[in-house]
């Protein structure tokens, strides 16, 4: 009965490689972000969806691609990774309009580790 | 460009003792104001909300205030227990969650 789940919830890869993390709700929310928690615990956001169209775009590598292909699910794909993209990234939902303006649900984040 | 800053970054009280964290905004055209708490290896758990025409929310022992005027809020713990040991982090809505970097709250047994 989890409410924002995410997967896998560690991933250790090499420099180079492509990777996805894949977050899945089922509060029946029209919005879903991605952030960014790294080293120094300072989050940030990524992405952010409503009904399957991206709203927010923050300024992230191209590297990074968001996926929705329904409202329920928001997942992550990040190709060529580098050491820097070692960080926990936390995927979240929310009932509103996109812009944060209802409590935020997160899943428990996934710990990337880039060698 | 908005900036969040939480002070203290840590802070260690016995139990049943009563707290405050704080949180200091730089632009103070905000939609809202959240408090989330984050356990250790866990996600983020929303605690309050606080929208730009409120003052304050109360949940429990838990109450934030707003002065959305001067760039403050606050987050009152009441008779802190153990249980509520976590890193409590303030966001402010500018059409998107910016986010402090936290306090790190333990209560002692």
């Given at each position: 009965?989890?409410?924002?789940?995410?997967?896998?919830?560690?991933?250790?890869?090499?420099?180079?490689?492509?990777?996805?993390?894949?977050?899945?709700?089922?509060?029946?929310?029209?919005?879903?972000?991605?952030?960014?928690?790294?080293?120094?615990?300072?989050?940030?956001?990524?992405?952010?969806?409503?009904?399957?169209?991206?709203?927010?775009?923050?300024?992230?590598?191209?590297?990074?691609?968001?996926?929705?292909?329904?409202?329920?699910?928001?997942?992550?794909?990040?190709?060529?990774?580098e050491l820097g993209d070692s960080a926990v990234y936390f995927c979240a939902s929310s009932p509103g309009q996109g812009y944060a303006d209802s409590p935020l649900h997160f899943g428990n984040g996934t710990r990337l580790t880039v060698t | 460009k908005q900036e969040v800053t939480q002070i203290p970054a840590a802070l260690s009280v016995p139990e049943g003792e009563n707290l405050v964290l704080n949180c200091s905004f730089t632009d103070s055209a905000i939609y809202n104001l959240q408090w989330f708490r984050q356990d250790p290896g866990k996600g983020l758990t929303s605690l309050l909300l606080i929208q730009s025409s409120q003052r304050e929310q109360t949940s429990g022992r838990l109450n934030a205030s707003l002065d959305k005027s001067s760039g403050r809020s606050t987050l009152y713990i009441a008779a802190s227990q153990p249980g509520d040991s976590a890193t409590y982090l303030c966001a402010v809505n500018t059409e998107k969650l910016v986010f402090g970097k936290g306090t790190k709250l333990t209560v002692n047994p």
């Open positions: 009965d989890t409410a924002v789940s995410q997967t896998p919830k560690y991933l250790v890869t090499q420099m180079g490689n492509d990777k996805s993390i894949k977050c899945e709700q089922n509060l029946g929310h029209d919005t879903m972000y991605w952030y960014k928690q790294d080293s120094k615990k300072f989050l940030k956001i990524m992405f952010s969806y409503n009904n399957k169209e991206l709203i927010i775009n923050e300024t992230v590598p191209n590297r990074f691609s968001p996926k929705s292909p329904d409202k329920a699910h928001l997942n992550l794909h990040i190709n060529s990774l | -």
